[in-house]
């Protein structure tokens, strides 16, 4: 992994910067303009993924709203342009969490993947019930059965 941004293809370059515009605002209205239909979202607490785009999207903007005080502190890129790493960290209520966001990119830009990793277990635990709590009835429909 090398540092980004300059390894990135041009356009997934274009889609992490409305990334992390979004992200700053804490407004992911833009999201659907940069996942591809077929995108896949892997939680850090279900070992199945999810899919399609809209499971993604419905997990992204409840996150959003879960996570208080969250930062992106690193960004890696992969040699081919199309994989970034975004290192993270947040807080859920009183308990405090670093992360990882791995996120696969087509040509075009469109995330194709989205995966998430979290520690400590305490703070995976406080993001899971919270998550859980706004998603449980809605999550189960996008599992993808494996």
Known sequence: MQAAPQHLKPAVAASIAIWHDMV???DLSALPSIVHPDA??????AIHPYQP???LIL????????FE????HRQLASDDGLNVVLEFSA???DKQLKGIDLVR?????KIVEFEVMVRPLSGLQALGAEMGARLAQKMPAFKVKG
Not at 69 to 72: A, E, I, K, L, S
């Open 91 to 93: 807080r859920v209520g």
């Open 69 to 72: 005080d969250f930062t992106y």
């Open 40 to 45: 896949v979202f892997r939680s850090p607490m």
């Open 105 to 109: 990119f087509d040509e075009a830009g």
């Open 24 to 26: 700053a605002k804490r």
């Open 53 to 55: 785009a809209a499971a």
């Open 59 to 66: 997990a992204l903007n409840t996150v959003i709203q879960v």
